[in-house]
């Protein structure tokens, strides 16, 4: 198994309030997603970074924002915590090479804004 | 990206080949098709890809038509373990990957 952990592994926060989610990989690996799963809805892209402070919009990063210091983290910031954002998060992986390549994720961390 | 569209549920006998199709008749033809699963509150796992041949890896297999409107994947003995949702995916790749997951087909496998 790829080496990705997401802490916490389970949240539970008043609207309002600030969050971050945390994602740490071992692999080395240059590029680093964020997807939130809601029922109905699949996974769908908040943000993904193609390097070390390279850091770009998916199709629902509204409320969220994200940054990368170092290779091994990617962090998910929600400001101001909606009930909206209510959902499971998960944080992916993958290297750049000439042919495409897959993704790996992490276990999820279970967010319930209240 | 080209949009897939595949079977809601199907069910499969343990030890026997589960097939699960997908149709993307709109598939460009630098658009590889790639199968991902996710177990019950796991994170989605990758199982194969291919651009026009058929692959096969450890876990699957994957057939692309010829016109590559359609694949298949095959699970050669089916367990209960890989009772799962499967998705199929068609993207470009690059070099900012992203994938669209679309609702997928949940596959049981019953004893």
């Known amino acids: 198994d790829a080496g990705i952990t997401q802490s916490p592994r389970h949240k539970v926060t008043e609207t309002g309030t600030p969050v971050t989610l945390r994602c740490h990989q071992t692999?080395?690996?240059?590029?680093m997603y964020w997807y939130r799963q809601d029922p109905g809805h699949g996974l769908r892209l908040i943000h993904y970074?193609?390097?070390?402070?390279?850091?770009d919009k998916g199709e629902v990063s509204d409320g969220y924002s994200v940054s990368r210091s170092k290779t091994e983290d990617f962090l998910l910031t929600l400001e101001s915590a909606t009930s909206s954002q209510t959902s499971v998060y998960f944080c992916?992986?993958?290297?750049?090479?000439?042919?495409?390549?897959?993704?790996?994720f992490g276990p999820g961390t279970r967010l319930t804004v209240t | 990206d080209a949009k897939t569209t595949q079977p809601t549920s199907m069910d499969c006998a343990e030890g026997r080949a589960a097939n699960l199709p997908c149709n993307h008749s709109?598939?460009?033809?630098?658009?590889?098709v790639y199968w991902y699963r996710q177990i019950h509150s796991q994170g989605p796992q990758y199982i194969i890809h291919?651009?026009?041949n058929n692959e096969t890896n450890e876990m699957a297999s994957l057939i692309i038509t010829e016109d590559r409107k359609s694949s298949t994947l095959i699970l050669p003995h089916a367990t209960l373990r890989d009772t799962a949702v499967y998705y199929c995916?068609?993207?470009?790749?690059?070099?900012?990957?992203?994938?669209?997951f679309g609702k997928g087909t949940l596959l049981t496998v019953n004893p």
């Open positions: 992916a992986i993958s290297e750049f090479r000439d042919t495409p390549y897959e993704q790996y």
């Open positions: 692999e080395n690996h240059r590029y």
């Open positions: 970074s193609y390097g070390v402070k390279d850091t």
């Open positions: 709109t598939i460009s033809g630098n658009e590889y």
């Open positions: 291919g651009l026009k």
């Open positions: 995916i068609v993207s470009s790749g690059g070099s900012n990957y992203k994938l669209t």
